[in-house]
C-alpha cells in the first residue's frame, strides 16, 4: 500500500484542526483588561498581609532563588569554573532580577513602618545584610565544599534572627510622644 506526502498533509492538518480547539479556546489567548497579576505570591508566598510582612516573607525566599541557580551553575562547571566567563550568568541574571523583584516590597514596607523609626532602621539594615548575602553566593578560590555550603546557609540564621526582632518591634505600638506641659499650667508651677 502506498500513502503519498500529500495525503499524509492532508490526514495530519485536519486531526491538527479537529483537536486544537479542544485544547486550546480562543478566548483564553484574548487579554482581560480586568486581570491584576498577584506579584505578591511570587516574591512574597508565605506572606499572610502587609508591606512589612510580604517584604520580611521576600528576603529569604529570593535569596533561595539565587542560591538554587548558583548550586545549579556549580554542578554544570564545578566550583573553580562556576564564575568564568559566561558560567555565572544565570546567577548574575537572578541578582538582577531579585534585586528589582524586592524594590517594590521594599519600598512599600518603608513607607508602612514610617511611624517606627526602629522598624525603618531595622528593615533598612535587613535589606544591607540581604544584598551582602547576594553577593556573597559566589565561590571563593580555595574553599573546600563544605565551608562553601556552610556560608551560603549562614545568612539565613541572620535573616531569621533580624526578621523575627522586626516583627517584635513592628507589632508594639510606638510610646506617644510627651506631651509639652500647657502654659497655664507651666506659668502656675513658676508662680505658686
Known amino acids: 500500500m502506498h500513502v503519498s506526502l500529500q495525503a499524509c498533509a492532508s490526514a495530519a492538518l485536519g486531526v491538527l484542526v479537529a483537536v486544537v480547539p ?5 478566548a483564553e ?3 482581560n483588561p480586568n ?3 498577584k506579584a505578591d505570591t511570587y516574591i512574597c508566598p508565605n506572606s ?15 535569596y533561595t532563588m539565587c542560591r ?4 545549579i551553575e556549580i554542578i554544570e562547571f564545578g566550583y573553580e569554573k562556576s564564575a568564568e566567563g559566561t558560567n ?12 528589582q523583584n524586592i524594590e517594590r516590597p521594599y519600598r512599600a514596607a518603608l513607607k508602612d513602618a514610617l511611624r517606627s523609626k526602629h522598624v525603618v532602621e531595622a528593615l533598612r539594615a535587613l535589606h544591607e545584610i540581604w544584598l551582602s548575602a547576594l553577593t556573597g553566593l ?12 556552610t556560608r551560603v ?5 541572620d535573616f531569621r534572627e533580624r526578621i523575627a526582632g522586626i516583627r517584635v518591634v513592628a507589632a508594639s505600638k510606638p510610646e506617644p510622644a510627651a506631651k509639652p506641659a500647657s502654659r497655664k499650667k507651666a506659668s502656675a508651677k513658676a508662680n505658686p
Do not use: M, N
Request: aromatic fraction near 12%; proline fraction near 8%; hydrophobic fraction near 35%.
Open 22 to 26: 479542544l485544547v486550546a479556546h480562543p
Open 68 to 71: 538554587h541557580v548558583k548550586s
Open 48 to 62: 499572610t498581609g502587609g508591606a512589612v510582612d510580604c517584604y520580611l516573607d521576600a528576603v529569604p525566599h529570593l
Open 153 to 157: 546557609a549562614r545568612p539565613y540564621d
Open 138 to 149: 559566589a565561590w571563593r578560590s580555595g574553599e573546600s565544599d563544605a565551608d562553601y555550603k
Open 29 to 31: 489567548f484574548i487579554p
Open 88 to 99: 555565572s550568568a544565570k546567577t548574575e541574571y537572578c541578582l538582577d532580577k531579585q534585586k
Open 35 to 37: 486581570f491584576v497579576p
